[in-house]
């Protein structure tokens, strides 16, 4: 069975810094595109951050050039450095899974980040 954990949210201050990390078991994440996503309350979730299994990122452009997706294998976990941290940013933070063929699709249950003073 497989299962994703998020960890890392919080309260911080605008400017601040967090470092989210989501583990895995049941799941080797090299196998997998993996990506992080946010939903603030009443708005739909969005793609943030993704990294394909050749290490190749993406981003946003709302958070480009303060966020970071990074793939630890020897610990089996996906990391999203996030810096410079803005009050919209303020959301639920999902780490995502995802292979086309087979097909597979699995998230975590999410972590909160509040950013305010």
């Known amino acids: 069975q497989v299962n994703l954990v998020e960890s890392g949210g919080g309260l911080v201050q605008p400017g601040g810094s967090l470092r989210l990390s989501c583990s895995g078991s049941g799941i080797i994440f090299g196998f997998y595109e993996v990506r992080w996503y946010r939903q603030a309350l009443g708005k739909q979730r969005e793609l943030i951050a993704g990294?394909?299994?050749?290490?190749?990122?993406n981003y946003a452009d709302s958070v480009k050039g303060r966020f970071t997706i990074s793939r630890d294998n020897s610990e089996n976990t996906i990391d999203l450095q996030m810096n410079s941290l803005k009050p919209e940013d303020t959301a639920v933070y999902y780490c995502?899974?995802?292979?086309?063929?087979?097909?597979?699709?699995?998230w975590g249950r999410g972590t909160q980040v509040t950013v305010s003073s």
């Open positions: 995502n899974a995802f292979r086309q063929f087979p097909g597979a699709d699995y």
């Open positions: 990294m394909d299994r050749g290490g190749n990122r």
